[in-house]
């Protein structure tokens, strides 16, 4: 069911599968933006103690929370989400996933992507293996801390939250949930470019783990002086 607030803004029913760090910051998001969330988890105690500290509407097994809503957030290693998606398939269906994995693995270099090698990205995997849900690759960018403010914005601007997404009725869906929680919704493209997020999100977690700052790596072109428009 769908309600609407005075703003006009709809209220979703959004189902967590996992009870981690990303599962509270992004449901305690979703809860303050006015949303019904369910949390989902293979521990009972801890599905609970999620579920209560972020003040969920409800709480159950992983099939009940891909069963809750018209958004699920994948929100487990990105080793065990595609075989999940698989588990969980029929209860996806038509629903838009939205995956915030981060295939990443520790090197004596800095992380590297564990899908490296030619593999498809983890997003791309997860709709392999529910080929009927709608798979958005998102959230993923950020710290779990960014998700914990009440109005993510930096130097004046909200927070630009990126998403790839094949179906048209999941990217309608995704940039209306990401309005709602004060961010600009940032489309990039169908889940073909996906890889490039998870690699970009790898990437910046290197330069913060080396003390680094990744945002200052990408200035817009714009910014500079007497700047071009040649290329
Ligand atoms: N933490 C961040 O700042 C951050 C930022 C961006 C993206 N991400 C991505 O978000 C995802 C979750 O990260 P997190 O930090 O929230 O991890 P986390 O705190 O370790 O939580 C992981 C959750 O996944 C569950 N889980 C793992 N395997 C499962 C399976 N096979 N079936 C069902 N549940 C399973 C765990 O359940 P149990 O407790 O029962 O083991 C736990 O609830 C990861 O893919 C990560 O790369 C994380």
């Known amino acids: 069911m769908t309600f609407h607030d005075a703003n006009g803004s709809r209220t979703m029913r959004i189902g967590i599968l996992g009870t981690g760090a990303m599962a509270a910051a992004l449901g305690g998001a979703w809860v303050r933006a006015g949303h019904e969330v369910m949390v989902g988890g293979r521990n009972a105690a ?4 999620t579920a209560t500290r972020i003040g969920a509407a409800a709480h159950g097994g992983l099939t009940e929370a891909a069963q809750y809503g018209q958004a699920v957030l994948l929100a487990v290693s990105a080793e065990a989400a595609p075989q999940l998606a698989k588990e969980l398939a029929p209860d996806l269906a038509g629903r838009a996933v939205l995956d915030c994995t981060v295939p990443m693995v520790p090197s004596g270099d800095g992380p590297v992507s564990s899908t490296a090698g030619g593999t498809d990205s983890t997003a791309k995997r997860i709709a392999a293996a529910a080929p009927q849900a709608r798979v958005v690759k998102a959230f ?10 009440p109005q993510p914005a930096f130097e004046g601007a909200p927070l630009a939250v990126p998403f790839c997404a094949d179906a048209p009725s999941a990217a309608a869906l995704t940039r209306e949930l990401i309005t709602s929680m004060g961010c600009t919704p940032l489309p990039c493209g169908g889940l073909n470019r ?14 913060w783990w080396s003390g680094g700052e990744a945002r200052h790596a990408f200035p817009a072109p ?10």
């Open 140 to 149: 993923g960018i950020c710290h779990e801390s960014i998700w914990t403010l």
């Open 222 to 231: 714009a910014l500079a002086p007497g700047a071009v428009d040649d290329q």
């Open 194 to 207: 996906a890889a490039l997020l998870e690699a970009t999100t790898v990437f910046a977690v290197g330069v």
């Open 46 to 49: 801890s599905t609970a103690s």
